[in-house]
């Protein structure tokens, strides 16, 4: 068998060409279809008959893409990516097949109805009931008229979201401003000047070049003390893709919005639901738009009054320190960060040099340990990418290696930005052979190398905590079905429990000391700096708090479709009842919110404030016990991450905290309280 399909072995990274990703991709899919049309002829009932020949030949496919994607992010080059683009269509293909494959489906209905279901397995049944209904909410139970409309929405809905992703990023690309006058960019620091400046000479242009890229608009919002350039830059920013300002008309998302509803409506109610809400939520925590919405007016009626002080203290400060006697969306950035100067003396860059990423990860190390008794044992036998990644074997204090774990923590060329845990290889037990779970655990801290140390920013330590976290989910698991394990299954909005809650350690004075040194003199992050970092942490977040809660209920309603289908009327209406600010009535929002139009999120978009409730609440209880406390540790691990989603988050959640989630931490956790 060719050694990226083994999903027992680790993946030969040395050995991965892209003629042997096209070889394996073709052994892979072609196993997967006989192994289904093979149960689907026998027609036996068994659970080894039916589940697991299918299991394998689709542990194979995953470990080939697991392989190929996480090589593809970590070390890309042009006939990789061409490898990997095609190996993505094929098996997402291949994967909507078999969830629309109705023979199997019936076949797989007819065994959850025998006397045997009931006798097997926890995981195996929850797997199996899990399949139906992915199987269900794929179309497959549908009669043949309303299964080809399902199929032919389903292909429609997928090139809408593509156009609407790309209206953005082309709206974005389709702007810049040239500038000349350095005087012009006055407040910019230096790396934003030479950002710009890049950006220019790569066009050709002398000067500096502002474009609407995520960076160049921060830091203009941010710092410029320009406030024509600020005005230019949010307007030209805030109407992309859309009827409004200086490509008004060229790349407009609005008619594309309107089809989208429109169909994901139809697709709802083919599938029996209410509206594109109910479908949403049929794989998530909240039980219906009810609740949701209760928890987020409640939130926003909690957020509200700190958002006003916010404001109102802004407006003061404008007028008193800045001469902005009439602020405007434009400014609010310019002033917060200012007004945060004033406040909150805390240096940057004097807090990076406490944080050297050797001394960072020893002390992270040591709070593995304490809180679950871990230890993570290098292993120099093992093929990597690059000489900047480390396979741990993860240890438990038996002595016995029981997971294991890949680190890549530094940015470099050909590597995707951002941070991200992903599965290597699941928990398997085939025949007496049990593999261990392997995470991916990859960030992108400054470069190691040329003689300067990786300085990591008192953000990039949560960061690797945060990501630790969905590690830990998947490497913790005690589930031998990979489809309910770790991370797996996993109800979507409370996904981020894990790694939100691990974040919260980086708030800890003494952890922080156990994972600091500085640079010169190895000296621990000093408790006055700390303080200061702590009092900014809450800075404006009434603000911020109700922003996100503005975005949840527009998607919310939008979806649900009781104020119509006109994005900027729901949108009105949700400013009307919540919000401290509004942007200007030309301002488009909803034509660039790509997160619900072209990303997975809708009606999904509470999912950030939800899970953030079940993770503060879930670390109060480690606060609770002292936090490093490992029999909250060792709770964490047997009643949430273990369990995959062999039962409810609800009621994991209530297992390990011995009761329902209460918003009251996540309150205390953003100083709302
Ligand atoms: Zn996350």
């Known amino acids: 068998m060719n050694a990226i399909l083994e999903p027992l072995s680790l993946p030969p990274f040395s050995a991965i060409t892209p003629a042997s990703i096209e070889v394996a991709l073709d052994a892979a899919l072609t196993e997967y279809q006989a192994a289904t049309d093979q149960v689907v002829d026998r027609r036996a009932l068994g659970f080894d008959d039916i589940?697991?020949?299918?299991?394998?030949?689709?542990?194979?496919?995953?470990?080939?893409?697991?392989?190929?994607?996480?090589?593809?992010?970590?070390?890309?080059n042009p006939e990789l990516r061409a490898a990997h683009d095609m190996a993505r269509a094929r098996i997402v293909e291949a994967t909507t097949r078999a969830l629309q494959n109705r023979a199997y489906f019936d076949l797989l209905t007819a065994m959850a109805k025998t006397p045997g279901f009931a006798t097997l397995d926890l995981a195996d049944r929850v797997a199996i009931e899990r399949r139906l209904r992915d199987c269900r909410l794929a179309g497959v139970a549908l009669d043949t008229d309303a299964r080809a409309r399902f199929a032919d929405i389903s292909v429609e809905l997928s090139q809408l979201s593509t156009a609407f992703g790309s209206a953005v990023v082309d709206a974005t690309d389709a702007w810049s401003k040239q500038i000349t006058d350095e005087s012009e960019l006055a407040g910019l620091p230096d790396a934003a000047k030479a950002m710009f400046r890049a950006a220019a000479s790569a066009k050709g242009l002398d000067?500096?070049?502002?474009?609407?890229?995520?960076?160049?608009?921060?830091?203009?919002?941010?710092?410029?003390?320009?406030?024509?350039?600020?005005?230019?830059?949010?307007?030209?920013?805030?109407?992309?893709?859309?009827?409004?300002?200086?490509?008004?008309?060229?790349?407009?998302?609005?008619?594309?919005?309107?089809?989208?509803?429109?169909?994901?409506?139809?697709?709802?109610?083919?599938?029996?639901?209410s509206d594109p809400v109910a479908w949403s939520l049929a794989t998530k925590m909240a039980a219906d738009s009810g609740e949701i919405l209760a928890f987020l007016r409640d939130l926003a009626a909690r957020a509200r009054p700190s958002a006003e002080r916010d404001l109102a203290e802004m407006r003061a400060f404008a007028a008193s320190d800045l001469g902005i006697d009439d602020m405007q969306p434009w400014d609010m950035g310019f002033v917060g960060n200012r007004l945060r100067a004033a406040r909150y003396a805390v240096d940057e860059q004097a807090v990076r040099r406490f944080f050297p990423v050797e001394k960072v990860i020893e002390g992270?190390?040591?709070?593995?340990?304490?809180?679950?008794?871990?230890?993570?044992?290098?292993?120099?036998?093992?093929?990597l990418w690059h000489t900047d990644a480390t396979f741990y074997d993860v240890v438990g204090e038996d002595g016995l290696v029981f997971a294991g774990l890949y680190i890549d923590l530094h940015a470099r060329a050909g590597k995707k930005g951002g941070a991200w845990m992903a599965e290597a290889r699941p928990?398997?037990?085939?025949?007496?052979?049990?593999?261990h779970p392997v995470a991916y655990l990859t960030c992108n801290f400054a470069p190691r190398g040329g003689g300067d140390p990786?300085?990591?920013?008192?953000?990039?330590?949560?960061?690797?905590?945060?990501?630790?976290?969905?590690?830990?989910?998947?490497?913790?698991?005690?589930?031998?079905?990979?489809?309910v394990a770790g991370v797996n299954g996993f109800e979507w909005d409370a996904v981020e429990l894990p790694s939100q809650l691990m974040e919260d350690f980086a708030w800890d004075r003494d952890i922080l000391t156990s994972m600091s040194g500085h640079l010169d003199t190895g000296e621990p992050l000093p408790a006055e700096l700390f303080a200061a970092m702590l009092a900014a942490r809450n800075f404006q977040s009434g603000l911020a708090v109700l922003r996100q809660i503005e975005f949840a209920m527009f998607d919310l309603i939008l979806h649900l479709g009781t104020l119509g289908s006109d994005p900027m009327a729901v949108i009105g209406a949700v400013r009307d009842e919540i919000a401290v600010i509004r942007p200007p009535a030309w301002h488009r929002f909803p034509h660039a919110f790509a997160h619900i139009f072209a990303g997975g999120y809708a009606a999904g978009y509470y999912s950030y404030l939800w899970a953030e409730v079940l993770s503060a609440d879930g670390f109060g209880k480690f606060v609770e016990a002292g936090l490093v406390d490992r029999a909250t540790g060792d709770a964490l691990r047997e009643e949430i991450l273990s369990r995959g989603a062999t039962r409810s988050a609800a009621e994991s959640f209530r297992a390990f905290r011995g009761r329902a989630p209460d918003n009251a931490a996540m309150l205390a956790r953003r100083g709302l309280a």
């Open 51 to 76: 589940w697991m020949p299918v299991e394998r030949a689709k542990n194979a496919v995953d470990a080939l893409w697991s392989a190929v994607s996480h090589l593809k992010s970590v070390a890309d």
């Open 207 to 273: 000067g500096w070049l502002i474009t609407l890229q995520m960076p160049s608009v921060d830091a203009v919002l941010t710092f410029a003390e320009n406030r024509d350039l600020r005005q230019t830059l949010y307007t030209a920013f805030g109407t992309r893709a859309s009827d409004q300002g200086p490509h008004a008309g060229e790349y407009d998302n609005g008619p594309r919005m309107a089809r989208i509803l429109e169909l994901r409506r139809e697709a709802a109610g083919l599938l029996g639901f």
């Open 364 to 383: 992270w190390q040591a709070l593995l340990h304490r809180l679950f008794g871990i230890r993570l044992r290098a292993r120099d036998d093992v093929d």
């Open 427 to 435: 928990r398997l037990r085939s025949g007496n052979i049990v593999s």
């Open 454 to 483: 990786s300085l990591l920013s008192h953000g990039d330590v949560q960061t690797l905590l945060h990501e630790t976290g969905h590690c830990l989910h998947l490497l913790f698991t005690r589930v031998n079905r990979p489809s």
